[in-house]
């Protein structure tokens, strides 16, 4: 069971749902671990404890968060706060396509959706004075998530093992998810296509110039059926491969200058390098990263900052493609 805290700054691909120490302590940190080497950003708050009720921040990482993870102990249910989280949980499954992936951590999932054995007896005790309509919704949801496909403790003599195969199927289905954002970006009605109109205008609106013939280009590149449109296999294909042109042509990369094709790769070549997570913005920990990883040297704060500073218009603490685009012609 996570607790809120000063998350409101960060949002994490990954909503871990448990409850206890002996968890938190061995499987979840192991689990964190495996996924930072993938490059997984998951909710971890060292200041966990007990909660009665899921409040407003709490609710609010999870609703950000891409996947959520559900570990099905058999003391989960010993927490109100973890019922409750379930809940929510659920409920963005429904409403926003979230992922979810139980972890059945040596429990049987058949304890989880009758609400028997270790589990149901820490179920029990939790509905002590709790109205029938949260119990009822309690149960529903505890049947719902115990019928997901995930992963069993019990079925695997090897620990490591089974957390690289969580975090390898958590890693593909992020993806995935990350593909389909990109194409739903350009697909401007909706009907599973992206035409030229389409393409167009979903590469102008925030400020990008592109001409017609470049959007030719690009529908004509992966059109692999020559219908005139990009079907979202047609998309997955053709930026499977992560090279520059893809990028350039499918990336948020907005900017007011004008810039040849040849001069925008270049620009974003250049931006993707120094913005080592990935997330459309440089900041000073991303260039200290840049400057180790590719020089061996170690930047202070103070120097990252300024670096930062020099290049940040707007003084919102990071660097834009658009101000660095600005200030490096």
Known sequence: MATSSSLSHVIHSIFPSFHGPDVRRDFL????NVFARKQITMFDDQKMERC??????????????KASIVVLSRNYASS???LDELLEILK?????GQIVMPIF???DPSDIRKQKGDFGVAFKKTCEGIAEEKKRRWIEALTCVATIVGEHSRNWNDEAAMLEKISTVMLEKLKMEKLWEMFRSHDIDRNGFINEQELRYSMTRDGGKVTDEEVRMIIKAADVDSDGRISHNEFAKFIETDNIEKVSMFGKFAT???LSWDEKKEMIQWFRLLDVNQNGFITAADYQKYILTNYGKKVTDEDAHNFIKAFDVDCDGQVSYDEFVKLTR
Do not use: F, M, N
């Not at 963005?92 to 926003?96: F, I, M, Q």
């Open 105 to 107: 951590y040596d429990v």
């Open 256 to 258: 007011d200058v004008t």
């Open 92 to 96: 963005c499954k429904e409403d926003l």
């Open 29 to 32: 940190s192991h689990l964190h």
């Open 80 to 82: 109100s706060c973890c």
């Open 52 to 65: 009665q009720t899921i409040g407003p921040v709490l609710i609010q990482a999870i609703r950000q968060a």
